[in-house]
């Protein structure tokens, strides 16, 4: 009993909503509003600023956010009778950002990785050399400037592609004379030594007209809606949360000013109680990550589920003779 108790002790308070809530339905409403209140903005400023250093495309962002957010949903699915329990939930949040980047530039760029380790092996193992953080950001530099905040701000100068790396580290300080982001200084030395690399891409076969984007059509709402109370209930949320009109906006919000539906009954449709929709209302639409938290389930499954939909309405509305 003690055991368990210096546990509680030693884990981070914001958790204990998630802790004292049971399994089901509580736990994962517990966990998607610790989530956002404590992680999606931590995790995407992180995600956006390392993505616009690297050399991913900016389409696997999403990618790599729901791996993160499924990491931390599975960890705090996890939460009671931990031996290690979590200190600090933004700070795990952030861990968890920064080394499910860094697992995404290692399966894109080996030859990346690979130098990444050795500038960083060399920075923290050569006695000249110091590496610190600054306002959430790692620098590098001389061991004299450790914990300085102040950086270069010009284009780092280039590199000597014949010379020893950590020869080549003290030459480009000597230049600098300033400390540099050890981001930058990797993907400088990326530039200068390593070939250049196709960015990996993700083909997907051309999708189905998706019948949701004819809500704006009053003609067919109705139809629509009505099929759509009839999909499974995960197909339905991840159809109906997503789901936007050829401006971008949200087609759920569309649905009580036309009369087709009030929100207490879209709440009923998506099995959501009113405080639950009413929180999420004013975000709609959501992205997949986000709903991939909401169902408990991957990225992907979101996306498959939201494609079961689309067939099955289109199916429903070519057998019952409607128009496009």
């Not at 949701?212 to 009839?230: G, K, V």
């Not at 759920?252 to 929709?277: E, K, N, Y």
Request: proline share 6%; net charge neutral; hydrophobic share 40%.
């Amino acid at each position: 009993m003690r055991e368990k108790s210096d546990r509680a002790a030693a884990r981070d308070p914001l958790l204990d909503p998630v802790a004292g809530s049971a399994a089901g339905d509580a736990r994962k409403a517990a966990i998607e509003e610790l989530l956002a209140r404590h992680a999606y903005e931590r995790v995407d400023r992180i995600l956006e600023t390392k993505l616009r250093r690297s050399a991913l495309p900016s389409d696997m962002l999403d990618d790599i956010r729901g791996e993160v957010l499924l990491k931390l949903v599975n960890r705090l699915q996890r939460i009671d009778g931990e031996d290690d329990p979590i200190a600090s939930f933004p700070d795990y949040a952030a861990a968890a950002a920064y080394n499910t980047f860094d697992e995404f530039v290692r399966r894109a760029f080996p030859e990346r990785a690979k130098l990444k380790n050795r500038i960083r092996y060399a920075l923290q193992h050569d006695e000249r050399f110091a590496v610190w953080e600054s306002r959430g950001v790692l620098l590098c530099g001389l061991r004299a400037w450790s914990g300085t905040a102040r950086t270069h701000d010009l284009p780092i100068p280039a590199i000597d592609a014949g010379a020893d790396l950590r020869d080549a580290l003290a030459t480009l300080f000597a230049e600098t004379r300033a400390p540099l982001e050890v981001d930058a200084v990797i993907a400088r030395f990326a530039d200068t030594l390593l070939p250049v690399q196709s960015t990996p891409r993700d083909e997907r076969p051309p999708q189905p007209r998706d019948p949701s984007e004819d809500l704006e059509n009053l003609q067919t709402l109705r139809q629509l809606w009505d099929e759509i109370c009839e999909l499974p209930l995960k197909q339905r949320i991840a159809l109906l949360l997503s789901a936007r009109d050829a401006g971008g906006e949200s087609v759920m919000r569309f649905l009580p000013l036309t009369g087709v539906a009030t929100v207490q009954q879209i709440g009923r449709t998506l099995s959501f109680d009113g405080g639950r929709l009413g929180a999420l209302w004013h975000e709609l639409p959501l992205e997949d990550t986000r709903i991939a938290v909401i169902l408990q389930v991957t990225r992907q499954q979101v996306i498959n589920l939201r494609r079961a939909a689309r067939e099955r309405l289109a199916r429903r509305v070519r057998g019952s003779g409607g128009t496009r």
